[in-house]
């Protein structure tokens, strides 16, 4: 069975952190990169940032940038996303996906994505 498991969300003042975790199982974790997306109240679903699998190459939002920090961990299957200087705007629900390697260049693009977890509330007060 397939799984993605977010972890890590809650509430957090502006100007906190915050780690989410991804575990993944079900699907060979080497042929995937994992990306994250979030989707706030009345908005669409947002990438925030991705990571391959082989070299692991990110890729990160503009809005992100400079504050998030994703790494994965091969031996446990799992990804991190590290988030620092949150902000109210960062309030959302985080999901992580898996994408074939050989798409990482369409990152951005959620219907490439081949599996989703089931996300993780993420709340930053002001």
């Known amino acids: 069975e397939v799984q993605l498991q977010a972890s890590g969300g809650g509430l957090v003042q502006a100007g906190g952190s915050l780690r989410l975790s991804c575990a993944v199982s079900?699907?060979?974790?080497?042929?995937?990169?994992i990306g994250w997306f979030r989707q706030a109240p009345g908005k669409g679903r947002e990438e925030v940032s991705c990571?391959?699998?082989?070299?692991?190459?990110?890729y990160y939002a503009d809005s992100v940038k400079g504050r998030f920090t994703t790494s994965r961990d091969n031996a446990k299957n799992t990804v991190h996303l590290q988030m620092n200087s949150l902000k109210p705007e960062d309030t959302a629900i985080y999901y992580c996906?898996?994408?074939?390697?050989?798409?990482?260049?369409?990152?951005?693009?959620?219907?490439?994505?081949?599996?989703w977890g089931h996300g993780t509330q993420v709340t930053v007060s002001s």
């Open positions: 996906a898996a994408l074939p390697m050989r798409l990482l260049k369409l990152w951005t693009h959620t219907g490439e994505y081949d599996y």
């Open positions: 990571i391959g699998s082989s070299d692991g190459t990110t």
């Open positions: 079900g699907f060979p974790f080497d042929d995937y990169a």
